[in-house]
């Protein structure tokens, strides 16, 4: 699977941004596809994750913010961020794992886009 992430940028405390993944090479619909985001000098962190029938978890510091969906038409998933903070700043990276539950550590994907950053600016 290749992974390819767009729509990162600098954005105003408060404002918006939607996140997308590009998926390609295998069976979209039967991969986790997950969000993680790394800041400077700490460790890359989950953000939120989808199953493959639609179930999502996220982290405690994006819940009633930030929202993925799946449209596995187009073989994409995307991430709206709403209502940002400086602490959203981070190279956000999408990633992919044959699986059914939806992991919450790097070691358990497989497939990793390049990363698109994002700047919350306060």
């Known amino acids: 699977v290749q992974l390819q992430a767009s729509g990162g940028g600098l954005v105003q405390a408060g404002g918006s941004l939607r996140l997308s993944c590009a998926a390609s090479g295998r069976t979209f619909n039967n991969y986790v596809m997950t969000w993680f985001r790394q800041a400077p000098g700490k460790a890359r962190e989950f953000v939120v994750g989808?199953?493959?029938?639609?179930?999502?978890h996220y982290a405690d510091s994006v819940k009633g913010r930030f929202a993925i969906s799946r449209d596995n038409a187009r073989n994409t998933v995307y991430l709206q961020m709403n209502s940002l903070i400086p602490e959203d700043t981070a190279i956000y990276y999408c990633?992919?794992?044959?699986?059914?539950?939806?992991?919450?550590?790097?070691?358990?994907?497989?497939?990793w886009g390049q990363g698109t950053l994002v700047t919350v600016s306060s």
């Open positions: 989808i199953s493959r029938n639609g179930d999502t």
């Open positions: 990633a992919a794992a044959f699986a059914i539950a939806i992991r919450t550590t790097t070691t358990a994907y497989d497939y």
